[in-house]
């Protein structure tokens, strides 16, 4: 049987009163190591400013620690800067790649919320310490991207959910041969027209959502994805939803195959945080 038990220091982040940046809400951390550093990236929502729009914004927070549960020196890393991010940047996931720290996060361009104005965007960075460039991703309304730690098969390769704020939202794969294509409006012009040839489908159930969870690791039998799956999720369904995170191996030369996959989740809400 497969147990997951959670730690005992949750929640390893909490709103801190006196960072006004990070005052009301933190969660949705991503942690890489550099040397024997932790470093935590993660979606900080800030105290209610009256005179902003939105009136509490969210932006992309920083620490670091000597383990993977205690987190300090926490800084703003990633704020609204561009007319493509400006009303928040949400949910990072962190990769280091080929010298580089690729962060992919959920930039809002339009307040009200709505899908054309919920897309990828990608910070890079060298040392984690400050931003060297950061580009609009996604040419469509999408989240959840991470970047996979090594090329497959000669290419760089991507996953993230595609139409996430207009279902029924799909989980898709992306391959170039140089990571600039990424943030091409050519390349995913064109790879949106063919979407269904890029998906892999978790669902089900058509009532499902999933959205990629954390970077996937590599393991002897496959590419380990965790991802979260809402069974029941949209209208139509005769039972309760049930708010999951569940786990998938992908092919190691093709991920676009599922070798494998829980079958069910091995984490479902239950602590009040």
């Not at 809002?108 to 991703?137: C, M, Q, T």
Request: net charge neutral; charged share 25%; hydrophobic share 35%.
């Amino acid at each position: 049987m497969y147990v997951v038990k959670r730690s005992h220091h949750n929640p390893i982040i909490f709103p801190f009163k006196d960072h006004y940046w990070e005052a009301f809400a933190t969660f949705n951390m991503s942690v890489i190591k550099k040397g024997k550093t932790y470093y935590g990236v993660y979606r900080a929502i800030g105290a209610e400013d009256k005179l902003r729009t939105p009136e509490r914004m969210s932006i992309i927070g920083i620490g670091k620690g000597k383990d993977r549960v205690h987190f300090e020196d926490c800084a703003p890393f990633i704020t609204p800067e561009e007319e493509w991010e400006k009303y928040g940047c949400e949910d990072p996931r962190i990769t280091y790649f080929e010298g580089n720290y690729y962060t992919f996060y959920t930039a809002l361009s339009k307040y009200p919320f709505e899908a054309s104005g919920i897309k990828v965007a990608v910070a890079i960075s060298k040392d984690l310490k400050k931003i060297d460039e950061r580009h609009l991703v996604t040419s469509f309304n999408a989240k959840a991207m991470t970047l996979f730690p090594e090329r497959v098969n000669g290419k760089v390769t991507a996953i993230l959910s595609v139409n996430s704020d207009m279902p029924p939202a799909k989980v898709a794969i992306a391959q170039v041969d140089k990571i600039e294509e990424l943030w091409n409006s050519k390349f995913w012009d064109e790879w949106y027209k063919n979407i269904d040839e890029h998906t892999i489908d978790f669902k089900r159930s058509p009532y499902d959502q999933i959205e990629v969870g954390a970077t996937p690791i590599k393991t002897s039998h496959g590419w380990l994805l965790i991802y979260a799956h809402i069974q029941n999720y949209f209208p139509g369904s005769n039972f309760d939803r049930i708010f999951g995170i569940e786990g998938g191996l992908l092919d190691l030369n093709n991920p676009l195959n599922i070798v494998g996959r829980t079958r069910g989740p091995i984490l479902v809400p239950q602590e009040s945080y």
